[in-house]
């Protein structure tokens, strides 16, 4: 008999599973980081990331390299991938980084995986809630309590978040701020400001 040939088969994890995992894993990180004094690294043009974020991407990364090890990541805190090949993982490991610094909850952890020209999988976590929206390129889902829901868009929901945070590359034609002062729209929807410290 072939070696290996009484040993039963391992369901191989999907890329949805290993975003998830490396996001879980994040935002365990961030979670025990959360309130205490971090430190800040600076980068550039005001901006900056803390521990948290660095501790983060380097745990992503670990995850991604272990489950995908041909696979590119480029990353927000630590760049690019010399070879990242035809499949890259794009992570951005604490998305609000400043909103985490003031001890604010709005942030998520994000890992896409992009195949030639196409996004196929994308994970976004909430580190406080627990709630994991993810998708495998064909539906999408919201994970609570390690259950999976289909999200279905539906015309019931009246509440807009609006980013109005800069830069805003699409200014010339789209501006978030000329919707408030939009009767119609205002008229329709409730629309909410968060604000970012």
């Known amino acids: 008999m072939p070696n290996g040939a009484n040993r039963p088969r391992v369901a191989l994890e999907s890329d949805a599973e290993v975003a998830i995992r490396a996001a879980d894993a994040a935002c365990e990180v961030i979670r025990r980081s959360y309130g205490r004094a971090i430190e800040r690294v600076d980068k550039s043009d005001g901006d900056f990331a803390?521990?948290?974020d660095l501790a983060a991407e380097r745990v992503i990364r670990g995850v991604?390299?272990?489950?995908?090890?041909?696979?590119?990541?480029?990353?927000?805190?630590?760049?690019?991938?010399?070879?990242a090949?035809?499949?890259?993982?794009?992570?951005?490991?604490?998305?609000?980084?400043?909103?985490?610094?003031?001890?604010?909850?709005?942030?998520?952890?994000?890992?896409?995986?992009?195949?030639?020209?196409?996004?196929?999988?994308?994970?976004?976590?909430?580190?406080?809630?627990?709630?994991?929206?993810?998708?495998g390129g064909a539906e999408a889902f919201v994970r609570r309590d390690g259950r999976d829901e289909p999200l279905v868009p539906g015309p019931g929901g009246d509440l807009v978040d609006l980013n109005l945070d800069p830069p805003f590359p699409n200014a010339v034609s789209f501006?978030?701020?000329?919707?408030?002062?939009?009767?119609?729209?205002?008229?329709?929807?409730?629309p909410r400001v968060v604000p970012r410290h």
Do not use: H, K
């Open 175 to 190: 501006r978030a701020a000329r919707m408030l002062m939009d009767d119609a729209f205002t008229g329709r929807f409730r």
């Open 85 to 135: 090949g035809s499949r890259t993982w794009l992570v951005d490991p604490l998305c609000g980084t400043m909103n985490y610094a003031v001890r604010t909850q709005l942030v998520a952890v994000d890992i896409d995986l992009r195949a030639g020209d196409d996004v196929t999988t994308a994970v976004s976590a909430d580190p406080f809630s627990g709630e994991v929206f993810w998708t």
């Open 50 to 52: 803390t521990e948290a």
């Open 64 to 83: 991604l390299r272990e489950a995908r090890p041909d696979d590119g990541v480029v990353g927000e805190e630590y760049g690019a991938d010399e070879d």
